[in-house]
Protein backbone atom coordinates (compact mmCIF):
# COMPACT_ATOMS: atom_id res chain seq x y z
CA UNK A 1 0.00 0.00 0.00
CA UNK A 2 2.79 2.57 0.49
CA UNK A 3 4.01 1.63 -2.68
CA UNK A 4 1.27 3.51 -4.50
CA UNK A 5 0.89 5.95 -1.78
CA UNK A 6 4.18 6.99 -2.99
CA UNK A 7 3.38 6.64 -6.62
CA UNK A 8 0.41 9.31 -5.97
CA UNK A 9 2.53 11.53 -4.33
CA UNK A 10 5.62 11.12 -6.78
CA UNK A 11 2.98 11.64 -9.14
CA UNK A 12 1.40 15.14 -8.73
CA UNK A 13 4.60 16.47 -7.07
CA UNK A 14 6.41 15.27 -10.40
CA UNK A 15 4.28 16.30 -12.87
CA UNK A 16 3.30 19.99 -11.13
CA UNK A 17 7.26 20.86 -11.60
CA UNK A 18 7.36 19.54 -14.91
CA UNK A 19 4.21 21.84 -15.91
CA UNK A 20 6.09 24.78 -13.86
CA UNK A 21 9.14 23.98 -15.83
CA UNK A 22 7.40 23.88 -19.23
CA UNK A 23 5.31 27.64 -18.50
CA UNK A 24 8.58 28.89 -17.49
CA UNK A 25 11.14 27.64 -20.03
CA UNK A 26 10.65 27.57 -23.51
CA UNK A 27 12.66 23.99 -25.89
CA UNK A 28 11.37 22.99 -29.07
CA UNK A 29 9.47 19.87 -27.83
CA UNK A 30 7.51 22.66 -25.30
CA UNK A 31 4.24 20.95 -25.06
CA UNK A 32 2.65 24.20 -23.66
CA UNK A 33 3.64 26.86 -26.00
CA UNK A 34 3.40 23.90 -28.43
CA UNK A 35 -0.16 24.01 -28.32
CA UNK A 36 -0.51 27.88 -27.70
CA UNK A 37 2.20 27.90 -31.40
CA UNK A 38 -0.29 25.38 -33.12
CA UNK A 39 -3.75 26.39 -31.45
CA UNK A 40 -2.49 29.88 -32.79
CA UNK A 41 -2.08 29.11 -36.60
CA UNK A 42 -4.71 26.56 -37.29
CA UNK A 43 -6.49 29.76 -36.13
CA UNK A 44 -5.17 31.98 -38.16
CA UNK A 45 -5.75 29.30 -40.75
CA UNK A 46 -9.26 29.62 -40.04
CA UNK A 47 -9.71 33.52 -40.26
CA UNK A 48 -7.86 33.69 -43.48
CA UNK A 49 -9.17 31.26 -45.49
CA UNK A 50 -12.86 30.50 -43.62
CA UNK A 51 -15.28 27.59 -45.40
CA UNK A 52 -18.16 28.57 -43.42
CA UNK A 53 -17.79 32.04 -44.48
CA UNK A 54 -20.58 33.31 -41.79
CA UNK A 55 -19.37 31.55 -38.95
CA UNK A 56 -18.11 34.05 -36.45
CA UNK A 57 -13.88 33.81 -35.49
CA UNK A 58 -15.60 33.30 -31.75
CA UNK A 59 -17.76 30.68 -32.34
CA UNK A 60 -20.43 29.62 -30.66
CA UNK A 61 -19.03 27.85 -27.29
CA UNK A 62 -15.26 29.20 -28.62
CA UNK A 63 -14.05 30.04 -25.15
CA UNK A 64 -15.84 26.98 -23.22
CA UNK A 65 -13.45 24.74 -25.77
CA UNK A 66 -10.48 26.90 -25.14
CA UNK A 67 -10.87 25.85 -21.40
CA UNK A 68 -11.19 22.42 -22.53
CA UNK A 69 -8.31 22.69 -24.44
CA UNK A 70 -6.13 23.29 -21.66
CA UNK A 71 -7.83 22.02 -18.94
CA UNK A 72 -7.41 18.41 -20.67
CA UNK A 73 -4.26 19.02 -21.91
CA UNK A 74 -2.49 20.38 -18.89
CA UNK A 75 -4.58 20.46 -15.48
CA UNK A 76 -6.31 16.95 -16.09
CA UNK A 77 -2.53 15.23 -16.40
CA UNK A 78 -2.12 16.66 -13.33
CA UNK A 79 -5.34 16.21 -11.31
CA UNK A 80 -6.00 12.54 -12.29
CA UNK A 81 -3.86 10.74 -15.81
CA UNK A 82 -0.68 10.63 -14.36
CA UNK A 83 -1.39 8.95 -11.51
CA UNK A 84 -3.89 6.47 -12.77
CA UNK A 85 -1.09 5.98 -15.59
CA UNK A 86 1.92 5.27 -13.28
CA UNK A 87 -0.88 2.84 -10.86
CA UNK A 88 -2.05 1.25 -13.95
CA UNK A 89 1.77 0.87 -15.00
CA UNK A 90 2.50 -0.63 -11.38
CA UNK A 91 -0.51 -2.95 -11.10
CA UNK A 92 -0.06 -4.50 -14.33
CA UNK A 93 3.94 -5.07 -13.36
CA UNK A 94 2.81 -6.45 -9.86
CA UNK A 95 0.54 -9.18 -11.70
CA UNK A 96 2.77 -10.19 -14.18
CA UNK A 97 5.35 -10.60 -11.22
CA UNK A 98 3.26 -13.26 -9.42
CA UNK A 99 3.59 -15.33 -12.42
CA UNK A 100 7.18 -14.53 -12.81
CA UNK A 101 7.01 -12.54 -15.85
CA UNK A 102 7.70 -9.03 -17.04
CA UNK A 103 6.96 -6.61 -19.77
CA UNK A 104 9.95 -6.64 -21.53
CA UNK A 105 8.88 -10.83 -22.28
CA UNK A 106 6.03 -9.82 -24.59
CA UNK A 107 8.49 -7.15 -26.42
CA UNK A 108 7.90 -8.32 -30.30
CA UNK A 109 10.05 -4.94 -31.47
CA UNK A 110 12.68 -2.30 -29.95
CA UNK A 111 12.10 0.91 -31.60
CA UNK A 112 15.86 2.24 -30.98
CA UNK A 113 17.61 -1.11 -33.16
CA UNK A 114 15.53 0.89 -36.16
CA UNK A 115 17.19 3.55 -38.01
CA UNK A 116 14.79 6.74 -36.71
CA UNK A 117 12.93 7.28 -39.52
CA UNK A 118 11.61 3.93 -39.80
CA UNK A 119 11.12 3.17 -35.85
CA UNK A 120 9.30 6.95 -35.77
CA UNK A 121 7.07 6.06 -38.89
CA UNK A 122 5.98 2.68 -37.10
CA UNK A 123 5.27 3.96 -33.68
CA UNK A 124 2.77 6.42 -35.35
CA UNK A 125 1.28 3.76 -37.45
CA UNK A 126 0.36 1.28 -34.32
CA UNK A 127 -0.34 4.45 -32.26
CA UNK A 128 -2.86 5.51 -34.48
CA UNK A 129 -4.11 2.40 -35.31
CA UNK A 130 -4.73 1.51 -31.67
CA UNK A 131 -6.57 5.16 -30.80
CA UNK A 132 -9.02 4.48 -33.76
CA UNK A 133 -10.23 0.96 -32.62
CA UNK A 134 -10.50 3.15 -29.33
CA UNK A 135 -12.60 5.35 -30.93
CA UNK A 136 -14.51 2.78 -32.78
CA UNK A 137 -15.24 1.82 -29.01
CA UNK A 138 -16.29 5.42 -27.81
CA UNK A 139 -19.17 5.25 -30.11
CA UNK A 140 -19.89 1.18 -30.01
CA UNK A 141 -20.30 0.99 -26.22
CA UNK A 142 -23.42 2.72 -24.96
CA UNK A 143 -21.19 3.64 -21.60
CA UNK A 144 -18.42 4.87 -23.34
CA UNK A 145 -20.89 6.99 -25.66
CA UNK A 146 -21.94 9.01 -22.79
CA UNK A 147 -18.83 10.15 -22.52
CA UNK A 148 -17.69 10.67 -26.06
CA UNK A 149 -20.95 12.88 -26.22
CA UNK A 150 -19.35 15.88 -24.66
CA UNK A 151 -17.18 15.54 -27.68
CA UNK A 152 -20.35 15.59 -30.48
CA UNK A 153 -21.93 18.23 -28.42
CA UNK A 154 -20.27 20.47 -31.02
CA UNK A 155 -22.43 22.40 -32.65
CA UNK A 156 -19.83 24.65 -34.64
CA UNK A 157 -16.38 23.12 -35.78
CA UNK A 158 -13.12 25.47 -34.90
CA UNK A 159 -10.24 24.22 -34.43
CA UNK A 160 -10.45 24.67 -30.25
CA UNK A 161 -13.47 21.44 -30.48
CA UNK A 162 -10.53 19.26 -31.29
CA UNK A 163 -9.84 19.04 -27.56
CA UNK A 164 -13.14 19.05 -26.38
CA UNK A 165 -13.15 15.99 -24.17
CA UNK A 166 -14.26 14.35 -21.16
CA UNK A 167 -11.52 13.61 -18.72
CA UNK A 168 -12.49 9.67 -18.92
CA UNK A 169 -11.41 9.64 -22.70
CA UNK A 170 -7.88 9.70 -22.20
CA UNK A 171 -7.89 6.83 -19.48
CA UNK A 172 -9.45 4.82 -21.89
CA UNK A 173 -7.33 5.61 -24.74
CA UNK A 174 -4.30 5.25 -22.61
CA UNK A 175 -5.45 2.59 -20.79
CA UNK A 176 -5.50 0.22 -24.46
CA UNK A 177 -2.44 2.26 -25.45
CA UNK A 178 -0.36 1.12 -22.94
CA UNK A 179 0.19 -2.90 -23.43
CA UNK A 180 0.34 -2.07 -27.34
CA UNK A 181 3.46 0.34 -26.94
CA UNK A 182 4.91 -1.67 -24.39
CA UNK A 183 5.47 -4.66 -27.02
CA UNK A 184 6.79 -2.38 -29.27
CA UNK A 185 9.15 -0.35 -26.75
CA UNK A 186 11.92 1.29 -26.75
CA UNK A 187 10.38 4.82 -28.16
CA UNK A 188 12.44 7.62 -27.25
CA UNK A 189 11.43 11.17 -25.99
CA UNK A 190 11.81 13.00 -29.67
CA UNK A 191 9.82 10.21 -31.40
CA UNK A 192 6.79 10.92 -28.73
CA UNK A 193 7.47 14.71 -29.34
CA UNK A 194 7.15 14.27 -32.95
CA UNK A 195 3.79 12.37 -32.99
CA UNK A 196 1.98 13.88 -30.49
CA UNK A 197 3.06 17.60 -32.60
CA UNK A 198 1.85 15.82 -35.11
CA UNK A 199 -1.12 14.36 -33.85
CA UNK A 200 -2.40 17.75 -32.48
CA UNK A 201 -2.11 19.69 -35.60
CA UNK A 202 -3.93 17.18 -37.52
CA UNK A 203 -6.20 16.97 -35.21
CA UNK A 204 -6.85 20.86 -34.86
CA UNK A 205 -7.02 20.95 -38.62
CA UNK A 206 -9.95 18.08 -38.95
CA UNK A 207 -11.61 20.15 -36.58
CA UNK A 208 -11.35 24.21 -38.07
CA UNK A 209 -13.02 26.02 -40.28
CA UNK A 210 -11.35 24.74 -43.12
CA UNK A 211 -12.86 23.45 -46.37
CA UNK A 212 -9.64 20.75 -47.18
CA UNK A 213 -9.13 17.42 -48.15
CA UNK A 214 -5.70 17.57 -49.20
CA UNK A 215 -6.58 15.83 -53.08
CA UNK A 216 -5.21 12.21 -52.98
CA UNK A 217 -3.98 12.07 -49.43
CA UNK A 218 -7.40 12.42 -48.44
CA UNK A 219 -6.99 8.23 -48.72
CA UNK A 220 -4.15 8.90 -46.38
CA UNK A 221 -4.69 11.77 -43.75
CA UNK A 222 -7.89 12.69 -41.84
CA UNK A 223 -8.85 16.19 -42.95
CA UNK A 224 -11.39 18.98 -42.30
CA UNK A 225 -14.24 17.88 -45.21
CA UNK A 226 -14.10 14.05 -44.18
CA UNK A 227 -13.79 14.52 -40.22
CA UNK A 228 -16.74 17.15 -40.28
CA UNK A 229 -19.15 13.93 -41.39
CA UNK A 230 -17.63 12.80 -38.48
CA UNK A 231 -19.73 14.52 -36.32
CA UNK A 232 -22.99 14.65 -38.29
CA UNK A 233 -26.19 14.51 -36.31
CA UNK A 234 -27.82 12.25 -39.00
CA UNK A 235 -25.83 9.16 -39.53
CA UNK A 236 -26.24 6.87 -42.47
CA UNK A 237 -28.78 4.25 -42.01
CA UNK A 238 -25.58 1.19 -42.65
CA UNK A 239 -23.63 2.78 -39.87
CA UNK A 240 -25.78 3.47 -37.22
CA UNK A 241 -22.62 3.72 -34.59
CA UNK A 242 -20.76 6.34 -36.81
CA UNK A 243 -18.34 7.20 -39.41
CA UNK A 244 -15.05 8.55 -40.58
CA UNK A 245 -13.34 7.60 -37.00
CA UNK A 246 -9.82 8.67 -38.56
CA UNK A 247 -7.55 10.38 -35.57
CA UNK A 248 -4.74 11.30 -37.82
CA UNK A 249 -5.04 8.72 -40.78
CA UNK A 250 -8.30 8.36 -42.80
CA UNK A 251 -6.60 5.30 -44.43
CA UNK A 252 -8.22 2.48 -41.46
CA UNK A 253 -11.87 4.15 -42.93
CA UNK A 254 -10.92 3.11 -46.26
CA UNK A 255 -9.92 0.16 -45.42
CA UNK A 256 -12.71 -1.60 -43.00
CA UNK A 257 -15.10 0.16 -45.02
CA UNK A 258 -16.44 3.26 -42.55
CA UNK A 259 -15.55 5.91 -44.52
CA UNK A 260 -18.94 8.24 -45.69
CA UNK A 261 -18.26 11.52 -47.14
CA UNK A 262 -21.60 11.93 -49.86
CA UNK A 263 -21.23 15.32 -51.05
CA UNK A 264 -19.66 18.55 -49.60
CA UNK A 265 -20.22 18.68 -45.97
CA UNK A 266 -19.76 22.59 -45.27
CA UNK A 267 -23.12 23.35 -43.48
CA UNK A 268 -24.33 19.99 -42.22
CA UNK A 269 -26.05 19.53 -38.87
CA UNK A 270 -23.65 18.70 -36.12
CA UNK A 271 -24.39 16.80 -32.65
CA UNK A 272 -26.09 13.75 -32.08
CA UNK A 273 -30.48 13.07 -31.42
CA UNK A 274 -31.52 15.49 -28.53
CA UNK A 275 -28.30 16.96 -28.23
CA UNK A 276 -30.83 19.90 -27.36
CA UNK A 277 -31.08 18.17 -24.04
CA UNK A 278 -27.27 17.93 -23.27
CA UNK A 279 -25.93 20.17 -20.79
CA UNK A 280 -24.21 23.49 -21.98
CA UNK A 281 -21.19 24.00 -19.43
CA UNK A 282 -18.25 22.74 -18.47
CA UNK A 283 -18.84 21.09 -14.95
CA UNK A 284 -22.64 19.87 -16.26
CA UNK A 285 -20.99 18.53 -19.26
CA UNK A 286 -18.25 16.45 -17.03
CA UNK A 287 -20.98 15.57 -14.92
CA UNK A 288 -23.82 13.93 -17.31
CA UNK A 289 -22.54 10.58 -17.96
CA UNK A 290 -22.60 9.93 -14.26
CA UNK A 291 -25.75 11.13 -14.46
CA UNK A 292 -26.94 9.02 -17.19
CA UNK A 293 -25.99 5.84 -14.93
CA UNK A 294 -27.85 6.71 -12.12
Not at 251 to 270: A, K, M
Amino acid sequence: MNKYINIFKDSYQGYFNYLISEITSFHWDNYFYGLIIVSLIVWGLEIAFPWRKNQKIFRKDFWLDTFYMFFNFFLLNLIVLIVLSNTAESLFNDALGLVNLNLSDFQLLDLNALPFGVGLLIFFIITDFVQWNTHRLLHRVPFLWNFHKVHHSIKEMGFAGHLRYHWMEPIVYKSILYIPLAIIGGFNVEQVAIVHFSALTIGHLNHANLGWDYGVLKYVFNNPKMHIWHHVKELPENHKNGINYGISLSIWDYLFGTNHVPYNGRDIELGFDDDEKFPKTFLKQEAYPLSQEK
